[in-house]
């Protein structure tokens, strides 16, 4: 790290490159006392998706930066309210739909606001629907939308019941919150109920709520173009411009960046230091959420491709990139079958990622109870062999 004549801190894009892989929690000793929560603290917010491969994308978030922890321990430090009862986290609309912790609730003020002012997805409303869904609730305690007469009427996917349109507007308006999904369903309960008073009524007008949430994305990226940090919570560009200067991120270059960035100061005070987790990666994981950002910081390319057509997928369905030393290596589409766990395509950049995958598909086996595990095709093909190799004398 150097500073310029101008006093603005110069960065290598090595430098950027760890310090980013710090603040994901990535490099040095992963936090288990602090455990999923403390994962979901850090980082501000873990992206849910209905695919699961070898496991939902939230599972796999803490996984990829504490190893090994239960699955059910993972859904109980979302979930279980504490000791009086309220929830740690709740489900909102940030990066995408994602589980929040609960101290985020004021941040979010100004997205309820704006949904309020506006047609929600153009659903039309019968009159009494939406005041009979928070009378339900209020009478009954959370409950699920077919608990409350259904989600769906008889049509195509979008055509909700009156219930369903009435609860998901007001969980926009932030009069209902989404405490927990159960079978994947969302649990719904009113926000006076389940939020704590003192975050329930913290008024922050919308530039405080900006501000809040730029410095959140900043200290959760350790460094990023303006681009890298909208995105984060996708906020606007000019909500990002508006609030950047008294954010308390500062201003640093990154060679061969070719952009203005900025920097959380705690992750310019020392230089990142220890041990690299090699693992696999959500497509959904926040490290690689921002395409372009990947692309620079790792020299990567990822695509999800579980919605491309299955003739002109590449990588497969649900590609999961390899970390490992602090580098992309390469990407893994599984599969599981019965107790095994299969590698449908492995890419590797290498054969410096032979040992790394094999690792990584080994202790993935382990952790959704796989016992063994089948590698099926390897690219580049003359890496199958040792691939094939390296995982048997894993499991041996």
Sequence with gaps: MTSTPAATLTLSADDARRIALRAQGFLGAPDRRAGVRGVLRHLGSVQLDTISVLARSHELIPYARLGAVGRK???????TPGPSGRPHAFEYWSHAACILPVEEWPLFAFRRR???????WNHQLADGAYEQVIKQLRAEGPLTATELGGAKNKGEWWD????????????????VVCTERRGWKRVYDLAERAIPDPLLHDDLDDAECLRRLVRQ??????VGTRADIADYHRLKSEQFDAVIEDS??????????????WADPAALASPPRGRHRTTLLSPFDSLIWERARTERIFGFTHRLEAYVPKPKRVYGYFAMPLLSGGRLLGRVDPAREGSTLVARHA????AKAV???????VEAAGWVGCTSVRVEKVTPVELQAPLTAAVKALTA
Excluded: C, F, N, Q
């Excluded at 609860?167 to 926009?172: N, Y």
């Design 248 to 261: 308390g991120l500062v201003p640093v270059e990154v060679e061969g960046w070719g952009k203005p960035a």
């Design 73 to 79: 321990k993972v859904e109980d430090a979302y979930w």
């Design 347 to 350: 890419s590797l950049d290498t």
């Design 217 to 222: 994305s900043g200290e959760a990226l350790g």
């Design 160 to 175: 909700w019941s009156d219930s369903k349109i009435a609860v998901e507007r007001a969980l926009m308006h932030g009069e």
């Design 355 to 361: 040992e790394p995958m094999a690792s990584a598909l």
């Design 114 to 120: 704006a949904y309020r002012s506006r047609p929600h």
